[in-house]
Nanobody, 126 residues
Framework: VQLQACGGGVVQAGGSLRLSCAASGLTFSRNALGWFRQAPGQEREFLAA????????IYSDSVKGRFTISRDNDKDTVYLQMNGLKPEDTAVYYC????????????????????WGKGTLVTVSS
């Protein structure tokens, strides 16, 4: 299984970025997907998750209203649209996949998540 995140980069505060994560080696449509981030010296933080069919999404309070998670099951890809970026959003962003049907479990049981992708760095300058 591979999850390849891309789309990171350097953006000014207030700007936008769209991250993508392409999956292979798994039945994409039967996996919940999530985005997480980790800033230097900090613990990994849950950001957003989306259900198998895309009908349910959940967000952390820190990104609710600014970030949008979506998925394309025909392209085996999950996206994170990030608007209104702030310097505190600077981190390495990771995508993850899990066969759970309860996406709430992705908000806290990080150690139990099935698959993690390599991260992509997002830097927001002030």
């Amino acid at each position: 299984v591979q999850l390849q995140a891309c789309g990171g980069g350097v953006v000014q505060a207030g700007g936008s970025l769209r991250l993508s994560c392409a999956a292979s080696g798994l039945t994409f449509s039967r996996n919940a997907l999530g985005w997480f981030r980790q800033a230097p010296g900090q613990e990994r933080e849950f950001l957003a998750a989306i259900s198998w069919g895309g009908g349910r999404t959940i967000y952390s309070d820190s990104v609710k209203g600014r970030f949008t998670i979506s998925r394309d099951n025909d392209k085996d890809t999950v996206y994170l649209q990030m608007n209104g970026l702030k310097p505190e959003d600077t981190a390495v962003y990771y995508c993850a996949a899990d066969s759970t049907t309860h996406i709430e479990t992705m908000t806290r049981h990080y150690h139990a998540i099935d698959y993690w992708g390599k991260g992509t760095l997002v830097t927001v300058s002030s």
